[in-house]
T-cell receptor
């Protein structure tokens, strides 16, 4: 089954404790992206990757890091989480050609709470 | 910065009726406009898109209308079903160095039996 998986699905942590949210896709997609979703703000892009070893900042990159060592994986790293990073996080992937960007496949989400 | 927004946060619809979800956009340089559906506890799911040089596109039970004069986008769902209950997001895509979706805030559709 073609899908995007994220782990963990739920995480409660404390300020300053480094964490990683994993994302993996099995569709051989070049493009991958991380979004955060907050009430009333819709989805905002954190980081994206056009292909292996190519990453760039989205609209809200502060406090986050990513890496793209393999095509299928795109982990999101919070080196020192803070309460304002409490949010619902989504990973997405798509083919990186023309209008294919429109159809992004989203993971199930990771709900993060930073105390 | 420019953004995509929505008129109505919540829309209640009787089962079997047609639904119309509206969206205003501000980026006149957008190349595509897209609708996503997000069911409770799930990630967004692509529904339909429309290129900026079109004014109407139909899918299965859905129609998207684009009015560039007033920068307005709408999604029409025919014969709304309980499974259509979800939050609907409009988004736009501008081709260039960064091919990035910009999402609006979302409209919740509640289907009443």
């Amino acid at each position: 089954e073609a899908q995007v998986t994220q782990n963990p699905r739920y995480l409660i942590t404390v300020t300053g404790k480094k964490l990683t949210v994993t994302c993996s896709q099995n569709m051989n997609h070049e493009y991958m992206s991380w979004y955060r979703q907050d009430p009333g703000l819709g989805l905002r892009q954190i980081y994206y990757s056009m292909n292996v070893e190519v990453t760039d900042k989205g609209d809200v990159p502060e406090g986050y890091k990513v890496s793209r060592k393999e095509k299928r994986n795109f982990p999101l790293i919070l080196e020192s989480p803070s309460p304002n990073q409490t949010s619902l996080y989504f990973c997405a992937s798509s083919i990186a050609r023309g209008s294919s960007y429109n159809e992004q496949f989203f993971g199930p989400g990771t709900r993060l709470t930073v105390l | 910065g420019e953004s995509v927004g929505l008129h109505l946060p919540t829309l209640s619809v009787q089962e079997g009726d047609n639904s119309i979800i509206n969206c205003a956009y501000s980026n006149s340089a957008s190349d595509y406009f897209i609708w996503y559906k997000q069911e409770s506890g799930k990630g967004p799911q692509f529904i339909i898109d429309i290129r900026s040089n079109m004014d109407k596109r139909q899918g299965q039970r859905v129609t998207v209308l684009l009015n560039k004069t007033v920068k307005h986008l709408s999604l029409q769902i025919a014969a709304t079903q309980p499974g259509d209950s979800a939050v609907y997001f409009c988004a736009d895509l501008e081709w260039g160095t960064v091919n990035k979706l910009t999402f609006g805030g979302g409209t919740r559709v509640l289907v009443k039996p």
